[in-house]
């Protein structure tokens, strides 16, 4: 009787979820993968209520089941990464780059790409679940949705009336030079950008937002201002990698954490240019102007720096070589952000952030980091400090 029970329970839910899938590809709502944790919870209170609610006993047993799941999942950090700027990364070989010739090139590799969903591949890589939310339209839309869910990450998609960019490199095997093409960004409409506005303050219980990535010239520089105030009205961490003016929107809201590079962080500061000496000096400035909590500072091939109100450390990154440089520092942000879900002190996490960015560099393409490759790293760069 349980037997028979299970196979028609499992049946009628599958089937939900199928004819739940099919409806949302055919509508101008976003495109949910079920396997988002907050979708699939909608779609199993959806089941209860047209399959169990007439055996009164049995729903409330699922109700109980379910709310116990509840109570788990709500121990676990939720994440949500934002990415308005995506692409899909077409990577090739040819053996030398030559002008006005035709070039012999190897079969493409295509990866999914973008600040946001370089951020969630690589701490899925790190046995981390996110929910990225990400503009994406046409068949390279398509085909974006699918490169991650091969990754097995789901998604949350606001469908575009353009097809997604699609992004090349060459690579030049001769000498092993990378040649990087980054196209335009397609064209977005207000109703777009602002349907991920409204999704994210439709969410409920997250507490980390990674936006990550530029901006498509529609949309307005405040946007990550905007995003702030959700994250504030929410009670989350806002982690910002982003430059210029739409960085300066969102720390004048005020936000948990940027990742700035030594340029950006001058600029902010007020100045041309700083030396290394005076890094603690201009974060901690920032920093009291509430702009930020904290913030990691790029130094490209010399690590990182982790500047707090109180803290500052220079992390050195260890001596590898380097395959791709694509994706590192979104690497670094996940190895981050995994830092703070586990709550660990600030050195640990941006040593571990350094560690996975390095990790990135080992790779060929936007593969980003592996996580043997970041746990080796990682001990390395503990022994050394």
Same mark, same amino acid.
């Given at each position: 009787?349980?037997?028979?029970?299970?196979?028609?329970?499992?049946?009628?839910?599958?089937?939900?979820?199928?004819?739940?899938?099919?409806?949302?590809?055919?509508?101008?709502?976003?495109?949910?993968?079920?396997?988002?944790?907050?979708?699939?919870?909608?779609?199993?209170?959806?089941?209860?209520?047209?399959?169990?609610?007439?055996?009164?006993?049995?729903?409330?047993?699922?109700?109980?089941?379910?709310?116990?799941?509840?109570?788990?999942?709500?121990?676990?950090?939720?994440?949500?990464?934002?990415?308005?700027?995506?692409?899909?990364?077409?990577?090739?070989?040819?053996?030398?780059?030559?002008?006005?010739?035709?070039?012999?090139?190897?079969?493409?590799?295509?990866?999914?790409?973008?600040?946001?969903?370089?951020?969630?591949? @690589?701490? =899925?890589?790190?046995?981390?679940?996110?929910?990225?939310?990400?503009?994406?339209?046409?068949?390279?839309? =398509?085909?974006?949705?699918?490169?991650?869910?091969?990754?097995?990450?789901?998604?949350?998609?606001?469908?575009?009336?353009?097809?997604?960019?699609?992004?090349?490199?060459?690579?030049?095997?001769?000498?092993?030079?990378?040649?990087?093409?980054?196209?335009?960004?397609?064209?977005?409409?207000?109703?777009?950008?602002?349907?991920?506005?409204?999704?994210?303050?439709?969410?409920?219980?997250?507490?980390?937002?990674?936006?990550?990535?530029?901006?498509?010239?529609?949309?307005?520089?405040?946007?990550?201002?905007?995003?702030?105030?959700?994250?504030?009205?929410?009670?989350?961490?806002?982690?910002?990698?982003?430059?210029?003016?739409?960085?300066?929107?969102?720390?004048?809201?005020?936000?948990?954490?940027?990742?700035?590079?030594?340029?950006?962080?001058?600029?902010?500061?007020?100045?041309?240019?700083?030396?290394?000496?005076?890094?603690?000096?201009?974060?901690?400035?920032?920093?009291?102007?509430? @702009?930020?909590?904290?913030?990691?500072?790029?130094?490209?091939?010399?690590?990182?720096?982790?500047?707090?109100?109180?803290?500052?450390?220079?992390?050195?990154?260890?001596?590898?070589?380097?395959?791709?440089?694509?994706?590192?520092?979104?690497?670094?942000?996940?190895?981050?952000?995994?830092?703070?879900?586990?709550?660990?002190?600030?050195?640990?996490?941006?040593?571990?952030?350094?560690?996975?960015?390095?990790? @990135?560099?080992?790779?060929?393409?936007?593969?980003?980091?592996?996580?043997?490759?970041?746990?080796?790293?990682?001990?390395?760069?503990?022994?050394?400090?």
């Amino acid at each position: 009787m349980f037997i028979a029970f299970y196979r028609v329970f499992m049946g009628l839910f599958i089937t939900t979820l199928t004819d739940y899938r099919l409806l949302l590809t055919q509508n101008t709502e976003p495109i949910i993968d079920f396997r988002t944790p907050i979708v699939f919870e909608s779609l199993f209170h959806s089941f209860l209520n047209h399959f169990i609610n007439p055996f009164k006993n049995i729903s409330l047993i699922f109700n109980k089941l379910f709310t116990f799941a509840d109570t788990i999942y709500s121990l676990m950090a939720k994440i949500i990464t934002l990415t308005l700027n995506p692409a899909i990364d077409k990577t090739t070989y040819t053996t030398k780059v030559v002008p006005e010739k035709k070039l012999s090139c190897s079969h493409p590799i295509y990866q999914p790409g973008g600040g946001g969903i370089n951020v969630s591949r @690589a701490l =899925s890589h790190l046995g981390t679940h996110t929910t990225p939310i990400y503009l994406a339209g046409g068949f390279t839309g =398509s085909h974006l949705q699918q490169l991650l869910a091969k990754e097995g990450i789901g998604s949350v998609v606001v469908p575009i009336e353009c097809n997604t960019r699609t992004n090349l490199t060459v690579v030049e095997e001769s000498t092993g030079l990378q040649f990087r093409f980054g196209m335009v960004s397609p064209a977005i409409k207000e109703s777009e950008w602002k349907f991920c506005l409204q999704l994210l303050e439709q969410q409920v219980d997250f507490d980390y937002i990674i936006a990550s990535g530029s901006l498509p010239p529609e949309v307005p520089m405040d946007f990550f201002g905007q995003v702030a105030q959700i994250a504030k009205a929410k009670n989350a961490r806002l982690i910002i990698d982003t430059s210029g003016e739409a960085l300066q929107h969102a720390i004048n809201v005020g936000v948990f954490m940027i990742k700035p590079n030594l340029t950006e962080l001058s600029a902010l500061y007020g100045k041309e240019e700083l030396t290394i000496d005076k890094i603690k000096e201009a974060g901690q400035s920032i920093i009291a102007r509430g @702009a930020c909590e904290a913030m990691a500072i790029s130094m490209g091939p010399d690590g990182a720096i982790i500047v707090t109100k109180d803290e500052y450390y220079h992390i050195p990154s260890p001596s590898v070589i380097v395959k791709s440089t694509v994706g590192a520092g979104d690497s670094m942000v996940a190895g981050i952000v995994y830092g703070l879900t586990n709550n660990w002190n600030w050195k640990d996490t941006v040593s571990y952030g350094v560690a996975c960015g390095t990790a @990135a560099t080992l790779n060929e393409g936007t593969q980003l980091c592996k996580k043997e490759d970041v746990e080796r790293l990682f001990a390395e760069i503990k022994k050394e400090s």
